[in-house]
């Protein structure tokens, strides 16, 4: 099943799927608050049918855990040495890498040659404002356009 074509029911099924009681998903779906319209939702069928497929969905995914994970990725990676050779021993160092990954025990870091900058991209659907586009960018003359794309100075 696919998410429910209104929005806010779609919502209100994954904050029950979630735990939350009919009454409080209700009213943080955007709905007005009231008990019995919220109790006539959640028995909804397809409320009722999205509801349980996203439990379910939740169910695998906790039944993998980072043990699992890692157990199979040392499993590839003694199959790989055994196996031997450049290719071999390329996937196994590939594995152990993983594994070790996956633990904290190796971070990916990279590092611009000039200083070591923390880069945070926020993702939206407002475009920038001219004003919050020179405070952003220090380019006079330049904005976004209305389809969000900068357009070059003149």
Same mark, same amino acid.
């Given at each position: ?5 209104? +929005? %806010? ?48 969905? +939740?169910?695998? %995914? ?22 031997? +050779? ?6 196994? %160092?590939?594995?152990?890498?993983? #594994? ?9 870091? &990279? ?17 920038? &404002?001219?004003?919050?586009? #020179? ?12 389809? +969000? ?6």
């Amino acid at each position: 099943m696919s998410p429910l074509r209104n +929005g %806010r029911r779609e919502r209100f099924a994954q904050l029950v799927a979630e735990g939350r009681t009919a009454a409080e998903a209700y009213t943080e779906a955007g709905f007005r608050e009231n008990r019995q319209n919220a109790h006539r939702l959640a028995s909804d069928p397809d409320v009722r049918a999205r509801i349980a497929e996203m439990q379910e969905r +939740g169910a695998m %995914r906790a039944e993998i855990t980072l043990a699992d994970v890692t157990e199979h990725l040392k499993r590839i990676a003694a199959a790989a040495e055994e196996e031997g +050779g450049a290719p071999g021993l390329s996937v196994a %160092r590939a594995a152990w890498m993983d #594994v070790a990954k996956l633990n904290g025990l190796v971070v990916d870091k &990279s590092e611009s040659e000039s200083e070591s900058v923390n880069v945070t991209h926020t993702i939206t659907d407002k475009p920038m &404002s001219d004003e919050e586009w #020179v405070a952003e960018y220090g380019a006079e003359g330049t904005g976004p356009a209305e389809d +969000g794309r900068s357009t070059p100075a003149p």
